[in-house]
């Protein structure tokens, strides 16, 4: 489970710095061409032509790398849901409607920056309830650790089928009682990731987006660019911002997963440091575009957690006054009927 995890994050960070992907226009000599102002790679599966006349110059040049015919393509202000054919289930329901809505908000805001933190933040909102029941589902299991880690001692070195069977049997019945769903604990993780590669496409694919500025820095522009050769100090609170709404993210999911298993807890601790310094690496090579969608979720997701263990912990509070109360009564009960018989 822990190299699958690891094998996720890896990928994870080769998409966010762009290594390996052969999706790139490429000159004669086989080097992905870089649109000077920005950094941006050019892309051969953008979905509509650019407004910057340089920038439009240079995809023409290349233009019979491009996937679909480059001048088949619609102006990114024109793009509609059925502009060009869609290559596929994963662009037609996730990739082109993203970035339809991130143009269309973009163009009514006038700021395509605001547009992907507001659809970024919308997404978080839709994903709440299920980020809930995640939340409740940690929470249980950590409470049936006990219980489980008894069944475990207590069929260690049995393997035979029926040792086997009732040893799943008694594990479900844990389960039942707490309320766990063994794959509800995984459900989210299993939407972010594909929400998060779409996000990540719909931008690097739309090229109005990159051409676009917010808070005077380019939205196609990525840390190294902007500081090593345009000295914009402005990505040092980029690249901070990063790291620590994803450590704070990351460590607050943590705290609500503990389950009071040493070796599950530091195969956690051991994930939770190496996302962490991927993701430090990764932010140099992250555009601003997509920059802004990771602070704004990973920030409200850091907030969500605070405000649900707020409310989890007054009612835990609540819970622990009420039993007292209910208890005396109970024995109260019991001493009157002593004294009447």
Known sequence: MKKIKIGLLVLLVFSLTACGNSNYI??????????????????????????????????????DQTKI???????CSDFHLSSNEADGIWEGIFVKPLAFLIMKLGYL???????????GLAIRLILMPISRKTMKQSSN??????????????????????????KSQEMMLVYKKYNISPFGSCLLAFIQLPLFFAFLQAINRTPAIFEDTFLGLTLGQTPVKGLFEYHQWAYLIIIALIILTTYLSFRNSMSTTQTGN????RQMQFIFKFM??????ASLYLSTAIALYWIATNGFVVLQNFI??????????KDQIIVPHKNKKNDKKKKDKKKGK
């Not at 015919?69 to 102006?75: T, V």
């Not at 805001?109 to 659809?119: D, H, P, T, Y």
């Not at 040493?262 to 807890?265: A, L, R, V």
């Not at 707020?310 to 835990?316: G, L, M, V």
């Open 26 to 63: 490429v000159d004669d000599e086989g080097t992905p061409v870089e649109y000077e102002k920005t950094g941006q790679i050019l892309q051969k599966d953008i979905l509509c032509k650019p407004e910057d006349p340089e920038l439009d110059a240079l995809y023409q040049e290349y233009g």
């Open 308 to 317: 649900f263990k707020k409310i989890d912990e007054k009612k835990e509070k």
């Open 262 to 265: 040493q070796d599950m807890e």
């Open 109 to 119: 805001i006038n700021s395509f920056g605001l547009a992907v933190i507001i659809l």
């Open 141 to 166: 299991m950590k409470k049936a650790q006990p219980e489980i880690a008894r069944i475990e001692k207590k069929y260690a070195g049995k393997t035979d089928n029926e040792a086997m069977l009732a």
């Open 276 to 281: 962490i310094i991927m993701i430090s690496v």
């Open 69 to 75: 015919s480059y001048d088949d393509l619609p102006l």
